[in-house]
């Protein structure tokens, strides 16, 4: 066998889906994590400043926040690790598929095997499919905002300060909190504040990343179901 024929028969063996889903999936779950973590820090930075200055208002949504950091940086280390093993698993179920009408023989327990790496994928992809409505919700607080703020300075409203927003109502901090609102020039100071602006693009692309999760769990679906149901009835 040649050079050329070997170098065929070994791309000939590259899962390129699971490649592509690991990709994809690497990129998305970094993308929402980090982004998600720093956006989370200015979110707080911006309650504490300018719309819950006491402390205990906002003790436990701070709480919260930080627990929702450690989270995402379990998702990040699992994904890491998952995303591998996905992938080392593709190259096995690929090689079991290229080679399953000659010598190459498949145990129970492979098969076992892939069909939980499929369930498990299934099970992951409609939790994202959650996590990416979930990350969805700050993206359109932030929007509400910064529309609201391009509303004052695009229409020149005279009487401004009766235009405001109360993110009391979204339940982010209790009613007590003060002040709660910010009306006016104060809103749009607010808006011109490099932590809105970090943070309110930052939701953004970790919605994105989110998505991009969602895509590549997609393909590992298919990838993995089609892998073993070939396996198992062949």
């Known amino acids: 066998m040649g050079c050329f024929e070997c170098c065929i028969k070994c791309l000939g063996g590259v899962p390129y889906a699971s490649l592509v889903a690991t990709i994809l999936c690497f990129s998305g779950v970094a993308l929402f994590c980090g982004c998600g973590h720093v956006a989370l820090t200015g979110t707080v930075t911006i309650l504490e400043n300018h719309f819950s200055k006491v402390a205990t208002d906002h003790a436990m949504l701070t709480d919260v926040i930080q627990l929702m950091q450690y989270v995402i940086y379990g998702i990040a280390s699992f994904f890491f ?82 235009i405001c927003v109360d993110v009391r109502q979204y339940g982010i901090i209790p009613w007590n909190a003060t002040p709660g609102k910010a009306c006016g020039s104060m809103l749009g100071d607010i808006c011109n504040t490099s932590d809105f602006y970090l943070s309110y693009h930052l939701y953004i692309v970790a919605c994105a990343g989110a998505g991009a999760t969602v895509i590549a769990l997609l393909i590992y679906m298919m990838a993995t179901t089609y892998n073993f149901a070939v396996l198992k009835f062949k």
Request: charged share 10%.
């Open 81 to 162: 690790l998952y995303g591998i093993i996905l992938l080392a698993e593709g190259f096995y179920t690929t090689s079991a598929v290229k080679e399953l009408h000659s010598e190459f023989k498949t145990t129970i327990c492979g098969r076992c095997i892939s069909g939980m790496f499929v369930f498990l994928t299934y099970i992951l992809g409609v939790a994202w499919l959650g996590v990416f409505g979930f990350s969805a919700v700050p993206v359109f607080l932030f929007y509400n905002m910064w529309s609201t703020c391009n509303a004052i300075k695009m229409d020149n409203v005279t009487n401004s300060d009766s």
